[in-house]
């Protein structure tokens, strides 16, 4: 029996767990081919890659942001040999499985929660002479034009997993792709809008297996492992534990991602890692969602934002974790201006990255279920995001997904980060009515439906700031002029902002340079590559002072002259008072 097990995943560089489990727990007594494909590949050519493999069985894992391109794949599949036989597991079809069986005739079997068990007891009936599909647990099936379920197992004791890391064909992508692990399973919260809220309690694999599958990844050359714990830091002593051993075993250039909750993680456990941990080797993503208190009473959210941004704020000073928060917009009982007060009190701790996201209303979650409480409408097809509820209405949502799109490009993307802060600081009542006013603007210009070079995105920002009529805009362009520069690794042939020095301005300070070295500092430049490699800019204002002060005088204007040195990855600065050059003249 000829048996593979696919998945559409939503990039190349992620990797799917779940197939794995399954292959390595259904060994040796079945032989299971991996397949993984993306959703953006043409659906014939993922259905001629299996046809031409010849199974008997395909198991598929299905997920929101897959289901639709895979049932097309199934039903294609269905098509030209309706023999094969087809499993779907997953999230997304574990619940509202009746549904599923009646929607999709070419499903065959749903393996409901956990699988590795379920599917290995169906591979045996499926290869057997007189089959028992009733003692098959966790399942769903036809029988006689019925749809049957069959009650799921008891969980599994996930000490007895075998490891799904240590197949040879995944060896040479281990460098190339975001490697998932897992050391538990379960979430000891109840957020109702959460699929893991679903499974009561958390429960740990061995953690000996866990640190050698570790040890085996890096050694053959895994570079971002990422934990897919809901809580990695429940268990403190855990936490601990771990965070020791990949401080004292991580090889050069390995990133190790984590789901934590903030509010109850240890100041003594974060003044650990700010003294031990090396710089970049850790990121964490830390769910904020709401700071609105009856919006998380209402999903059943614990959360202490106190707290939260107490430990957001240790690790910040420690400057060795990079902190990715996540917001939702859509919850109950916050509409357009809590949601503003929401982000402002999350973006005041400056993390590194910040997630907007809109509320899905997944199948099997509590706020699915009571979903005409709030007057809820969401999309019928996955990701079934919401399109507005009691208080909240899709103009409002049109609204912050405006946010969504420039912080993303602008926040997130770290491109022009000096200016951004100044803008925030400075110009805009909040951080939120920045980048409100800036989406709307984006959206009437049509910005949104075509693509960006790194040049277009200052041009753009320069557009609108120039349209809102801010005050000091001369100081605002300088700072773009800085990040602008600061992200080149060679001189730009041209750039975004129109030359400010004629090429015979720019040769006489270049001369005087020459002629007077010392007018920049202790840097040693000869005619070449004062000429070649080096970019002079006339300021309004002394960055150099800012950047120690954040204070602006613009009584002091100055030239930055930028050096592109081949042999560095970045530029270096040397701001040049005006008044140096008026001595040597």
């Not at 957020?191 to 990844?217: A, H, N, P, T, W």
């Not at 997904?401 to 909040?430: A, C, G």
């Not at 040769?507 to 010392?518: C, D, E, G, R, W």
Request: aromatic fraction near 12%; charged fraction near 30%.
């Amino acid at each position: 029996m000829k048996i593979i097990c696919a998945t559409l995943n939503a990039k190349y560089i992620h990797t799917n767990l779940a197939i794995r489990y399954l292959k390595a727990y259904a060994e040796p007594e079945f032989d299971i081919e991996l397949a993984e494909y993306t959703i953006k590949d043409p659906i014939m050519n993922i259905v001629t890659d299996l046809i031409r493999r010849k199974p008997n069985v395909i198991g598929f894992s299905c997920y929101i942001w897959n289901i639709e391109e895979t049932i097309k794949v199934i039903q294609m599949i269905k098509k030209i040999d309706p023999t094969i036989v087809i499993v779907v597991g997953g999230p997304e079809v574990s619940y509202d499985v009746q549904d599923w069986m009646k929607k999709v005739n070419e499903f065959d079997f749903i393996i409901v929660g956990e699988g590795e068990e379920s599917f290995k007891r169906l591979l045996r009936e499926l290869n057997s002479d007189d089959k028992h599909f009733d003692q098959v647990p966790g399942i769903s099936y036809r029988h006689d034009g019925t749809i049957l379920i069959n009650p799921q197992l008891h969980k599994l004791n996930l000490h007895d997993l075998p490891s799904p890391y240590r197949f040879k064909e995944d060896v040479p992508q281990l460098g190339k792709r975001v490697n998932y692990i897992e050391t538990s399973r379960g979430c000891p919260f109840s957020c109702q809008f959460c699929l893991s809220s679903i499974e009561v309690g958390v429960r740990y694999f061995d953690r000996e297996k866990i640190k050698e599958d570790i040890r085996y990844l890096m050694k053959n050359g895994a570079k971002t492992i990422k934990f897919v714990d809901r809580t990695f830091n429940i268990s403190r002593s855990y936490a601990m534990e771990m965070f020791r051993f990949l401080i004292d075993e991580h090889l050069p250039g390995t990133v190790f991602q984590f789901e934590i909750t903030a509010d109850i993680m240890r100041p003594e456990v974060i003044e650990f890692l700010n003294k031990e941990a090396p710089p970049g080797l850790f990121r964490f993503e830390i769910g904020v969602q709401s700071t609105n208190d009856y919006t998380n009473e209402l999903v059943m959210r614990k959360q202490n934002f106190e707290k939260l941004t107490r430990t957001v704020m240790l690790v910040k000073e420690g400057r060795k974790i990079d902190q990715h928060l996540d917001l939702i917009a859509g919850l109950p009982e916050e509409d357009y201006h809590s949601f503003r007060r929401t982000f402002n009190d999350v973006f005041a701790l400056r993390p590194e990255e910040l997630q907007l996201g809109f509320l899905r209303m997944l199948r099997g979650t509590g706020l699915r279920i009571r979903a005409e409480e709030h007057q809820y409408i969401y999309s019928d097809h996955p990701p079934y995001e919401i399109l507005g509820n009691r208080i909240l209405s899709f103009d409002d949502i049109i609204q912050i997904k405006q946010v969504e799109d420039v912080l993303e490009k602008y926040w997130n993307d770290h491109r022009m980060d000096h200016t951004i802060e100044y803008l925030l600081s400075n110009i805009f009542p909040s951080p939120f009515d920045f980048f409100q006013d800036f989406g709307r603007f984006w959206e009437e210009k049509g910005w949104s439906r075509i693509g960006h070079q790194l040049e277009d995105l200052f041009r753009r920002l320069d557009e609108f700031l120039s349209y809102s009529g801010i005050q000091n805009l001369h100081i605002v362009r300088d700072m773009m002029k800085y990040d602008y520069l600061a992200k080149q690794k060679y001189k730009p042939r041209k750039t975004w902002w129109e030359p400010t020095l004629s090429k015979k301005d720019r040769s006489h300070y270049y001369q005087m340079i020459l002629h007077t070295p010392s007018v920049i500092g202790e840097s040693k430049l000869d005619e070449k590559d004062l000429f070649k490699h080096t970019l002079l800019e006339p300021l309004s204002f002394d960055i150099e002072k800012f950047f120690i002060n954040n204070e602006i005088h613009q009584n002091e204007p100055t030239f930055l002259l930028v050096h592109f040195d081949p042999s560095n990855e970045k530029p270096t600065f040397t701001s040049i008072k005006q008044t140096a050059f008026q001595m040597i003249e």
